[in-house]
């Protein structure tokens, strides 16, 4: 839940900047390739759906670079992602809805009390996020969109749980960007997670009742707009919930071990954290 924007935060992404390199290299080519290969086996038999999958992927784009929530290379990053997410579940009950729930509450928390922000440096760079942070936080949804889709076409057992486990994976993604930036503005003092002692604002691992609170309520509206799109039970709602919330407070201890020590940045963290949520929920679909 810590801030990536601290002095030691900054001078971390600098030294571990192959990381994210790495997961743009592990995440973008696999979406892209496979955008391609969808598009052109839709194309024959459903040409509306590949149309207006770039149409609304393009639209979206443009429109995130226009508000400079991100980047030039995140916002075509995010476009790719939009086109895949609308090629594998296209229509109504689409992925896009809880994505677009996303947007709106990360790029809202991101804007909240900007100038307190500013004040503490921990405040997002004017020009957005990068196409790094876009992976980290989206990669994991995609991925296991793309593995739902390849299920449904091998009549493989698991479809259900990679819905579940999108679902939780963009859950914890807002959770994560919404409690530490609506934490850093609506006060109360920051703890330690593995330690609870107090600590500055923007601390990796550190969290906030406040940020918390609204973390997993920014968790919550995304679960429910994508079930309601994706059409999943009160059940895997739940599991996606809870998955997304437990996914949350591993990010914290991510960031207060091995990213404190150094041995990660926050795209890895942030990673890491939607992986683990998709995992528990999958796993949980599969169990319970």
């Keep these: 839940m810590g801030t990536e924007n601290t002095a030691s935060g900054r001078k971390s992404r600098s030294m571990l900047r192959w990381q994210s390199k790495l997961i743009l290299l592990a995440i973008v080519p696999v979406t892209a390739t496979w955008v391609m290969l969808a598009a052109a086996l839709v194309l024959k038999e459903r040409a509306s759906v590949v149309w207006l999958a770039g149409g609304i992927s393009i639209g979206f784009a443009a429109l995130v670079f226009a508000l400079r929530a991100a980047t030039a290379g995140a916002a075509l990053t995010g476009g790719l992602f ?6 594998q579940t296209p ?56 593995l739902q889709v390849l299920g449904h076409v091998g009549n493989f057992p698991g479809e259900r749980a990679l819905l579940v486990a999108m679902t939780a994976a963009m859950a914890e993604a807002t959770a994560d960007t919404v409690s530490s930036e609506m934490g850093q503005v609506l006060g109360g003092e920051p703890r330690m997670i593995t330690t609870f002692r107090g600590v ?28 309601l799109a994706l059409q999943l039970s009160v059940r895997d709602g739940l599991i996606a919930y809870g998955a997304a919330v437990a996914g949350l407070f591993v990010d914290s201890l991510l960031g207060a071990l091995p990213e404190q020590r150094g041995w990660l940045n926050n795209d890895a963290v942030n990673t890491l954290s939607t992986l683990a949520a998709a995992i528990l929920a999958a796993f949980l679909v599969r169990m319970i």
């Design 82 to 87: 939009t086109a895949a997410l609308y090629l």
């Design 91 to 146: 229509g109504w009950h689409t992925a896009l809805w809880p994505l677009l729930a996303l947007f709106l509450l990360t790029f809202g928390a991101t804007r909240f009390g900007r100038r307190r922000k500013e004040a503490l440096g921990t405040a997002e760079g004017k020009r957005g996020r990068t196409a790094a942070q876009v992976a980290a936080n989206l990669g994991v949804a995609v991925l296991a969109g793309i």
């Design 200 to 227: 500055p604002a923007g601390t990796d691992g550190a969290v906030s009742v406040a940020g918390t609170v609204a973390g997993c309520a920014g968790a919550a509206i995304v679960v429910t707009v994508g079930a």
